[in-house]
């Protein structure tokens, strides 16, 4: 069967969704086609209302979770009340040539539904980096290219936070932002003093915090401070694919969801020197299914978008679509979360918050920013936050004991994480597997993916400045924890991995231009994590989002001046 659109999206996720709200807006009859199954917003979110006690096993992993999901069940927002916006293991196999761990959410909304929401624009500081400290290749783009993108998004997507003012964290749209606790303001309060080129600032993230006009068109309203997010919003007060830009697709009359099909890869026209669509199967009946279009967006995620790419085979193409350098797959690179930091403070007994704010205290990188200034390259963002122990453990204990335990919170303790930039290199790479696939018919990913020298020595940077500062502010019980060291943290566990189809001026260096398009088969536009030249420190998701729209508005614009 041949079905004909305007538009293919690959993959209904964070990147997706944004593709197709876009073209739908603009007039395009728009195919999105998703592997996993439909999630309707608020209908599909069945553990959204429930208490800990509702659960089988009081909203644990369970051995038989982990035995079943060895890498999955890794990511600390998988147990009972998630598991479901997570793959199987054992259904969606890949070879790791280096350990990595490969999360993934297959179903309408990806990993929207399961994102931590973090919002942070890119700064030229950024942009500039690749140039400026001769890596990977330059970025074809500047933050001004980005910057109305940017607004463009968060605007509808709803950010909470302040504005800032920091030359390397440039201010987003805001709704308002939430509040420190007292334990958090005092160490601001001793970093600002002792560290003033270490600004503390409240996180921004994906919440709307005071509904606007274009949230509540959306059906969307206030955060509750739930912090129970990872189950699905029903108030759609964080931003999802499923509460936000699908259902505004929807509602053009433009889109098509097509659910439980694999896309297998691009078709390419070799008359036509252009793509035509794409070959899909269904994910139980396993039939064949080609779907045509004048453009296809890939927003498979990351990895699953160079293997698709990777696996669109043609005689001008015999190495993956638009691969005629050999560069897709190489420079994969991710975030460097390897590091912890806990500690204690004394005192504020008499302190105390409210709620469940879903989100912590963030300081934009501090090295390297305006010069080399360390043994390693690049820099890392810290965050941290400060709680009292024992509020948060609600299915402690049982009886009296507990009941009393209940109405006296703990000491105040403190957990600070990095976020560090890895540099990408070639040998960091992903490939398909000659004689493996998968049940239907696509080869195996290989991930050929290791940290760097680079980055166990940003790791250490991270501690010796970590503890410095909580020191500073009079914390104590300060412990340092190599998450890798201790077998828990592989490269993709923190679920950024970006880079493989990288965007640059130069088509023997990079396969993407400015605007995402293949430099060589243009009607196809990569704009999820496997576009990125770099990968900054600054969570990654606003940056997927703001490059989607504005590809989407250039290719609308380029079909109507007949350039596709
Ligand atoms: C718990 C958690 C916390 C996170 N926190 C943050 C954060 O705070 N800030 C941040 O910026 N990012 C965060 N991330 C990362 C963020 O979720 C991703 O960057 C983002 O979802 C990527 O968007 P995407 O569209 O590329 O991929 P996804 O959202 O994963 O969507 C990809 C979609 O493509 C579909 N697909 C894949 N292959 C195919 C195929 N062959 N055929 C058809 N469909 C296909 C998938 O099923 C999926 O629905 C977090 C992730 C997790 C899991």
């Known amino acids: 069967m041949e079905y004909t659109f305007d538009a293919i999206v690959i993959g209904s996720g964070i990147s997706g969704g944004w593709a197709a709200k876009e073209l739908c807006e603009r007039g395009l009859k728009t195919l ?9 917003h608020v209908r599909d979110y069945p553990t959204a209302m429930l208490d800990p006690w509702d659960f089988q096993h009081g909203n644990t992993k369970t051995c038989t979770m982990i035995e079943e999901n060895p890498t999955i069940s890794k990511h600390y927002a998988f147990d009972e009340s998630t598991k479901h916006f997570y793959i199987q293991d054992a259904l969606h196999p890949y070879i790791q040539e280096k350990p990595f761990d490969w999360i993934r959410g297959y179903q309408v909304g990806g990993k929207s539904l399961l994102w931590a929401r973090q919002t942070q624009r890119w700064s030229d ?80 993230c994906a919440h709307v915090t005071a509904p606007q006009t274009v949230h509540t068109e959306q059906g969307r309203t206030k955060c509750m401070a739930r912090s129970l997010c990872q189950r699905g919003c029903p108030f759609g007060a964080y931003f999802s694919s499923n509460a936000s830009t699908l ?30 669509g794409v070959k899909a199967i269904e994910s139980d009946t396993k039939r064949e299914h080609l779907y045509k279009a004048r453009i296809i967006f890939v927003n498979g995620a990351t990895l699953n978008s160079n293997l698709i790419l990777l696996n669109s085979k043609s005689s001008k193409f015999p190495n993956g679509l638009g691969n005629l350098n050999g560069l897709m797959g190489t420079h994969i690179a991710f975030h460097n979360y390897r590091g912890r930091i806990t500690a204690s403070i004394d005192g504020f007994e008499d302190q105390y918050y409210f709620g469940r704010r879903p989100t912590q205290v963030f300081m934009p990188s ?59 290199i070639k040998e960091n790479h992903v490939r398909l597997s000659n004689d493996k696939s998968d049940q239907w018919g696509v080869p195996l990913l290989i991930t050929s993916i290791a940290y760097t020298e680079n980055d166990d020595k940003q790791l250490l940077d991270f501690f010796q400045e970590g503890v410095k500062m909580l020191e500073t502010a009079g914390c104590q019980d300060i412990v340092t924890v190599d998450q890798h060291a201790i077998g828990y943290r592989n490269p993709g566990l923190e679920v950024h991995d970006m880079g493989g189809v990288r965007m640059g001026n130069d088509p023997d260096t990079s396969l993407l231009n400015k605007w995402n398009q293949l430099h060589h088969c243009k009607n196809v536009f990569v704009t999820d994590g496997a576009c990125m030249t770099s990968t900054g420190n600054q969570n990654p998701s606003l940056t997927f989002m703001a490059l989607t729209a504005r590809a989407a508005n250039y290719a609308v614009d380029e079909i109507k001046r007949g350039n596709l």
């Open 32 to 40: 999105v086609i998703e592997r996993g199954r439909m999630v309707k």
């Open 125 to 204: 500081y950024e942009f500039e980096a690749p140039k400026r400290d001769g890596f990977a290749v330059d970025w074809p783009i500047r933050y001004n290219d980005l910057a109305p993108w940017y607004s463009h998004v968060e605007k509808f997507v709803g950010i909470s936070g302040n504005r800032d003012g920091l030359p390397n964290l440039p201010d987003s749209e805001v709704l308002p932002a939430f509040e420190m606790n007292a334990v958090e303001k005092y160490i601001k309060s001793k970093i600002n003093r002792h560290f003033p080129d270490r600004p503390v600032i409240m996180g921004r």
């Open 366 to 424: 501090f090295r390297n920013v305006y010069k080399q200034e360390t043994d390693f390259l690049r820099g890392y963002m810290v965050a941290f936050s400060a709680s009292r122990e024992g509020w948060s453990k609600r299915a402690d204990g049982i009886g009296s004991t507990f009941k009393e335990a209940l109405t006296e919170a703990g000491k105040w303790v403190v957990s600070m994480m990095m976020q560090g930039e890895t540099v990408p």
């Open 247 to 276: 259902p505004w697709a929807e509602k053009t009359g433009n889109l098509t969801i097509k659910t439980d099909t694999v896309v297998h890869s691009i078709l390419y026209d070799e008359k036509a020197g252009k793509a035509v």
